[in-house]
T-cell receptor
């Protein structure tokens, strides 16, 4: 059983550019959630995808968008990057059955720096 | 916003039990208490969760008060590798997780 993986590990972008971050969910999981973690703070929920549909969204502007694919992997896209978008972006996958249903398994994150 | 209150930081001696408190006075009847931890620069790691009964697994024990307004995570024999930020989260299964600032636990030799 493979865990949650994310790519790339680190990324440097310039203000105004666009970025795509990728996440492969754990085997058997059909739900993916994305979080943004600024330095020194707890993760903040961006949105969740369940069976390829957005299933909840936090307080983030529309320039943060996502996709989930039939194999349940996911992408996070951020347009018009701002300096404040510099953060660790975390992906978490979860299933929907059993005692451990909805328990989220996190990937190692992608460190995005916007200059 | 997070629905929990935790101390900002705690210290614990290596080999001793670490008891991390969490207040969740507005918890609803169908909300579970989850604990995660985050070791520096890694993704959060699931520890344990419970509804109203005490729970124990290979990592920790979770004690929930009878009125469910507070809980305590117990690491029975803390090691240096348990140094991390510990997050207490209340949620209905399937809902998004709202992280607060957590408790920074430092285990000292």
């Amino acid at each position: 059983e493979t865990g949650v993986t994310q790519s790339p590990t680190h990324l440097i972008k310039t203000r105004g550019q666009q970025v795509t971050l990728r996440c492969s969910s754990q085997s058997g999981h059909n739900t993916v959630s994305w979080y943004q973690q600024a330095l020194g703070q707890g993760p903040q929920f961006i949105f969740q995808y369940y069976r390829e549909e957005e299933n909840g969204r936090g307080n983030f502007p529309p320039r943060f968008s996502g996709l989930q694919f039939p194999n349940y992997s996911s992408e996070l896209n951020v347009n018009a990057l701002e300096l404040d978008d510099s953060a660790l972006y975390l992906c978490a996958s979860s299933g929907t059955s059993g005692w451990n249903a909805y328990e989220q398994y996190f990937g190692p994150g992608t460190r995005l720096t916007v200059t | 916003d997070a629905k929990t209150t935790q101390p900002t930081s705690m210290d614990c001696a290596e080999g001793r039990a670490a008891n991390l408190p969490c207040n969740h006075s507005t918890i609803s009847g169908n909300e579970y208490v989850y604990w995660y931890r985050q070791i520096h620069s890694q993704g959060p790691q699931y520890i344990i969760h419970g509804l109203k009964n005490n729970e124990t697994n290979e990592m920790a024990s979770l004690i929930i008060t009878e009125d469910r307004k507070s809980s305590t995570l117990i690491l029975p024999h803390a090691t240096l590798r348990d140094t991390a930020v510990y997050y207490c989260i209340v949620r209905v299964g399937g809902d998004d997780m709202r992280f607060g600032a957590g408790t920074r636990l430092t285990v000292k030799p």
